[in-house]
């Protein structure tokens, strides 16, 4: 017998790190090759890792909410083999062939590294990540004895010194940060998380914690609003064309592919033209440079069944055909409601689309996600009188309207730009021809 080291795997580009969410078998328990193991989450989705050998497991290495590096051995299972095939031995075999670059290791590393060398008095046992936060936040060692720990023996664990920071703002004063770091002006920055404020409660309220995700999402909303100055756009638009062309060609699409056809990949194809027609609005910021993307990566907002909101990505859209464009979309909403999603699947969006229309909402006001600086809201398709222009004159008509709203990052993004570029969906969509092959 043999010990094999199981590995957190390589999850995408910019994953260093994942949490340990519930172990799916016991130490003791035989698992077969492919068989799921452990779930885990990422900030930006949740997912299994599955078990590339068959064996028992004999040592778990990572417990529940612990936190696990790329790379690192999460377990330890006992396989068939001859003596000599040690678990290092295993371990070449695995996840260091796709291991995180260099640079971006020393991108990550850094922080920690850094936050290792502040000096605490010999009676306050930080782990390395805590001391991270700690020294990001500026919470001096006098703040930091004042918080109550949850861990072992009441050491300070991650959650705590986040809820800590949440509340910070609602303490009393606290000591000032060492002279040395006073002296120096920092930067202004986004906030770490939402705020929060403490609120009284009446007889009869349920207080909910909130999720994982659902942290995650309030951090990543403060944030954009705290970083990008938002403008919205909005403009109504005639898709009576899409709706009949739609209505003509999902039968057939769905028999032939096996694949529902829903308006999201017309809409998409919309706004890659767009993108083509301006390209401009495909960057990022990065201080004080605008990265212009090559690559069109739409985010497409899905929400899920517990009510939380995840962006998968449709890498290259500008590639791919209606057909491409409905396979992928489908796919990927799948995988999002069903909890199958890869780290990379939520990576890279250039541009999103989110369709406030799916929940009866004529309209809405996006929030740009970062690092981006626009986002389009798709409303609802509803049957209104509307005035064509005709050649014998004006006429009255039933239509299909929609509304659509775009916000943009006003730092890069003029009225103008995101004004033009809504225009442009809005024409693709207003003149969609009848006779688009599928």
Known sequence: MAEYKLLLPSMGEGVMEATIITWLFNEGDNVKEDDSVVEIATDKVDSDVPTPVSGKIVKILKQKDEVAKVGEAIAILEIEGEGGNTASEEVKTEAPAAAPDTETLKTIEEPLQAAANVEFS???YLSPLVKSIAQQ????????????GSGLEGRITKEDILAY???????????????????????????????VSTISTAAGDEIIPM?????????????????APHVTSFIETDVTNVVKWRNKHKDIFEKREGEKLTFMPIFVKAIVKAIQDFPM???SISGENIIKKKNINIGMATALPDGNLIVPVIKNADQLSLSGLAKAINDLAYRARNKKLRPEDTQGATYTISNVGSFGNL???PIIPQPQVAILAIGA???????LE??????????????????????????SLGGMMLKHVHDYLQNWDLNTEI
């Open 165 to 195: 920071v949440s509340n910070r703002g609602n303490q009393p004063a606290q000591q000032a940060a060492p002279a040395q770091q006073a002296s120096a002006p920092a930067a202004p920055k986004a906030p770490a998380s939402a705020p």
């Open 122 to 124: 010999g009676d306050l």
């Open 363 to 365: 309209m809405g006001t």
């Open 137 to 148: 936040e500026n919470i001096s060692e006098t703040e930091l004895k004042s918080i109550k």
């Open 390 to 415: 005709t050649k014998d004159g004006d006429v009255i008509a039933i239509r299909q309207l929609m509304f659509m709203s775009h916000s943009y990052d006003h730092r890069v993004v003029d009225g």
């Open 381 to 387: 398709i509803v049957k209104k009188p509307a005035v």
């Open 211 to 227: 999720d994982r995700m659902r942290k995650i999402i309030a951090e990543n909303m403060v944030k954009a609003k705290h970083i």
């Open 281 to 283: 609005i495909n960057v």
